[in-house]
C-alpha cells in the first residue's frame, strides 16, 4: 500500500504570502497525484490532477509540481478564500485502491 | 453540470447495516465513469470506501472489503453504500464523487452518519 505524508501539518501564513506544500509518497505514483481543497463543512475541491494540471475553474495562483515520490501545491499568493485544509490523494493500480494524505492547514497568521 | 445527493439514515445503531443512497442529476450514469464513497470522521482526514462503475464491476478498500458493498441502480440513476457490522469508529461525514481517471472531480455535499452503541 501506498502511504501518503504530507508537510507540514500546519502552515500559518498572511493573505499574499507564498504557500509551498509538500506531498510525498512512499513510493512512485508517477504524475498520478491530485491536490483537493477543504473549507469546514464542505466537501474537498479538485484543484491539481496529475500532479500538475488545475481542474476546471482553478485560479491560475495554485500550481502542481514533482513526479515519482515528491510533489508540491503552490499558492503565489494567499487570498482570504485559501485558508483550508489541502489534501493529496493517489492511486494504487494494484489492488486498485486510492489513498490521501493527512492533509495540510493554511491559517491566517 | 453532474450533481451528487447523499441520503439515508443519520443514526445508526452499532452492529447493524450503514445504507446510504446517492442520488445523480445532470448525468446518466449508465453513460460512464467511475463512481465512488468516501468518508471523513468528524475532524479527521478522507478515506476512500470503494468505486464502482455503470456496468457494476466494484473496488473496495481493502481494509474494508469485507463489510462493504456498493451497488448500481441506473434505473434510478443512483449508486448505494452498505457497510456492515459498524461502530463508532465508522462514524463519519459520508461523501459521494464520480471519478475523472484517477480523480474525485465532482463530490456530494456530505451527510453526517452517528453510530451509536
Redesign the interface.
Same mark, same amino acid.
Given at each position: 500500500e501506498i502511504v501518503l505524508t504530507q508537510s507540514p501539518a500546519t502552515l500559518s501564513l498572511s493573505p499574499g504570502e507564498r504557500a509551498t506544500l509538500s506531498c510525498r509518497a512512499s513510493q512512485s505514483v508517477s504524475s498520478y497525484l491530485a491536490w483537493y481543497q477543504q473549507k469546514p463543512g464542505q466537501a474537498p475541491r479538485l484543484l491539481i490532477y496529475d500532479a500538475s494540471n488545475r481542474a476546471t475553474g482553478i485560479p491560475a495562483r495554485f500550481s502542481g509540481s514533482g513526479s515519482g515520490t515528491d510533489f508540491t501545491l503552490t499558492i503565489s499568493s494567499l487570498e482570504p478564500e485559501d485558508f483550508a485544509v489541502y489534501y493529496c490523494q493517489q492511486r494504487s493500480n494494484w489492488p486498485p485502491s486510492f489513498t490521501f494524505g493527512p492533509g495540510t492547514k493554511v491559517d491566517i497568521k | 453540470q453532474v450533481q451528487l445527493q447523499e441520503s439515508g439514515p443519520g443514526l445508526v445503531k452499532s452492529s447493524e447495516t450503514l445504507s446510504l443512497t446517492c442520488a445523480v442529476s445532470g448525468y446518466s450514469i449508465s453513460s460512464g465513469y467511475y463512481w465512488?464513497w468516501i468518508r471523513q470522521p468528524p475532524g479527521k482526514?478522507?478515506?476512500?470506501i470503494g468505486?464502482i462503475y455503470h456496468s457494476g464491476s466494484t !473496488?473496495y478498500?481493502?481494509s474494508l472489503k469485507s463489510r462493504v458493498t456498493i451497488s448500481v441502480d441506473t434505473s434510478k440513476n443512483q449508486f448505494s453504500l452498505k457497510l456492515s457490522s459498524v461502530t463508532a469508529a465508522d462514524t463519519a461525514v459520508y !461523501?459521494c464523487a464520480r471519478l475523472?481517471?484517477? !480523480?474525485?472531480?465532482h463530490?456530494?455535499?456530505?451527510t453526517l452518519v452517528t453510530v451509536s452503541s
Open positions: - | 465512488g482526514g478522507l478515506e476512500w468505486s !473496488y478498500n481493502p !461523501y475523472l481517471a484517477e !480523480y474525485f472531480q463530490w456530494g455535499q456530505g
